[in-house]
């Protein structure tokens, strides 16, 4: 638990994003958002809304640590679709936190992963990677440089 305790809080994010995923194709876009996290059951869990003002669009993400299984649940959201997307689930290990979940992109069925790294009191890094081959090979389709607001 409390793994995510460094994200809580206001901070500036700088996103990078594939426009087109899993096409083998480098056409990325870059575009700015504010996050806000605030912890859930004394660190056992925690929210975070991020507005991404030139896209007129927000996301939100809730994890949850399950005490049992010693692992977290990411769940994500968006204010495009309003559904919970599949979750993905991992654990940190030196600073590192690596999630893994089975998700569909256009109908195709995918493994999702989440890293978190380069963990400080005033910055963070978030990466997405899909693989369309279950987990041979990864396509990093989506980076957040998280900055202390």
């Given at each position: 638990m409390n793994d995510f305790d460094f994200l809580l809080g206001s901070w500036n994010v700088a996103n990078r994003r594939l426009?087109?995923?899993?096409?083998?194709?480098?056409?990325?876009?870059?575009?700015?958002?504010?996050?806000t996290s605030r912890s859930l059951f004394d660190g056992g869990g925690n929210t975070d809304e991020i507005?991404?003002?030139?896209?007129?669009?927000?996301?939100?993400?809730l994890r949850l640590?399950?005490?049992?299984?010693?692992?977290?649940?990411?769940?994500?959201?968006?204010?495009?679709?309003?559904?919970?997307?599949?979750?993905?689930?991992?654990t940190f290990t030196?600073?590192?936190?690596d999630f893994y979940g089975d998700d569909e992109h256009?109908?195709?069925?995918?493994?999702a992963h989440y890293l978190w790294s380069g963990i400080?009191?005033?910055?963070?890094r978030w990466e997405q990677?899909?693989?369309a081959?279950?987990?041979r090979t990864w396509e990093s389709n989506w980076v957040m440089e998280f900055t202390r607001a």
């Open positions: 426009r087109t995923v899993l096409s083998g194709a480098g056409d990325w876009v870059e575009f700015p958002g504010t996050s507005l991404f003002p030139t896209l007129g669009t927000r996301g939100f993400t640590f399950d005490v049992e299984r010693q692992e977290w649940a990411l769940y994500w959201s968006n204010s495009q679709t309003g559904r919970l997307f599949p979750p993905v689930f991992g030196d600073g590192r936190g256009e109908g195709r069925p995918i493994r400080t009191p005033d910055s963070a990677e899909f693989s081959d279950g987990g």
